[in-house]
């Protein structure tokens, strides 16, 4: 009787321990958040000297060109880090192509697809996309079928991360 009571009380025991150890867990996952996300959207104009925080840029030309099954948008830009870059939701993370997007929206966001210098000269590593020769062209490509979702003009954005949040910076093509 003793064995059977001592084995209930430590079943118990490890019940209560499994199920705080899931409800601290449960808490600890649903905390706020400590990145709010975009918190506004800034509409630039091409030939804008932009001052974001930690960064400079402007976006000298883009255009939209249309062939019979895909749209072909290169943006041209100039780009200089004033301070740490944190891009992409890591810590001194300079790869500023990761929060730089051809949206079509409410259809889809299409990330670059080459990535050109002021010669013509591609650019393989993220290293050296700040070291390159400016301005810089971006490739972005869309299927044809995507671009006709859409339901608003579409835009070439670049999320500028600011503290706990993003500001993004778009550019109408259309």
Request: hydrophobic share 40%; aromatic share 10%.
């Amino acid at each position: 009787m003793r064995t059977k009571h001592k084995l209930l009380i430590i079943t118990f025991l490890v019940l209560i321990l499994v199920m705080s150890i899931g409800i601290f867990r449960y808490h600890e996952v649903n905390a706020n958040p400590k990145s709010l996300g975009v918190t506004k959207e800034v509409f630039i104009h091409q030939n804008q000297l932009v001052h974001a925080k930690n960064v400079d840029f402007m976006i000298r030309s883009a255009h939209v060109s249309r062939s019979k099954d895909q749209i072909l948008v290169p943006v041209e830009l100039t780009i200089k880090q004033t301070g740490p870059a944190d891009y992409g939701y890591k810590k001194n993370n300079p790869n500023f192509l990761e929060n730089m997007w051809l949206n079509t929206p409410y259809s889809i966001s299409t990330a670059t697809a080459d990535v050109t210098d002021k010669d013509n000269q591609r650019i393989h590593k993220t290293e050296h996309l700040l070291a390159a020769k400016q301005p810089i062209t971006l490739h972005f490509t869309t299927r044809q079928e995507n671009y006709a979702l859409r339901n608003q003009k579409m835009r070439f954005s670049f999320l500028v991360p600011e503290s706990n949040h993003y500001v993004k910076y778009s550019l109408l093509l259309e």
